[in-house]
Nanobody, 119 residues
Framework: QVQLVESGGGLVQPGGSLRLSCAAS????????MGWYRQAPGKERELVAR???????NYAESVKGRFTISRDNAKNTGYLQMNSLKPEDTAVYYC?????????????WGQGTQVTVSS
């Protein structure tokens, strides 16, 4: 029903930047919330940032001031600009969307994209 495809991950040195994108497709009436989660090896998946359809944003304390979440509602696409990256930001990053499809609200996940911060 809804497919989320992430892109933009990769290897970057500490202090560097990356921009992740999440393109949503399918029979979408509206995306209420788009978010980014991450999961490092041996750790649970955690919320990084999320943004509502009206533009309200929430961030994990560990990324405040360094990461910025945004979205283009016309394109059903979300973004995560990551600056001043640290080794502890290394993880698989997953896009998440709460979307309305045929009057039903559902939660959807992307396949994940690897972000590695290392010198």
């Amino acid at each position: 029903q809804v497919q989320l495809v992430e892109s933009g991950g990769g290897l970057v040195q500490p202090g560097g930047s990356l921009r992740l994108s999440c393109a949503a497709s399918g029979s979408i009436f509206r995306i209420n919330v788009m978010g980014w989660y991450r999961q490092a090896p041996g750790k649970e998946r955690e919320l990084v940032a999320r943004i509502s359809s009206g533009g309200s944003r929430n961030y994990a304390e560990s990324v405040k001031g360094r990461f910025t979440i945004s979205r283009d509602n016309a394109k059903n696409t979300g973004y995560l600009q990551m600056n001043s990256l640290k080794p502890e930001d290394t993880a698989v990053y997953y896009c998440h969307a709460e979307a309305v499809v045929r009057f039903v609200v559902g939660a959807y996940w992307g396949q994940g994209t690897q972000v590695t911060v290392s010198s």
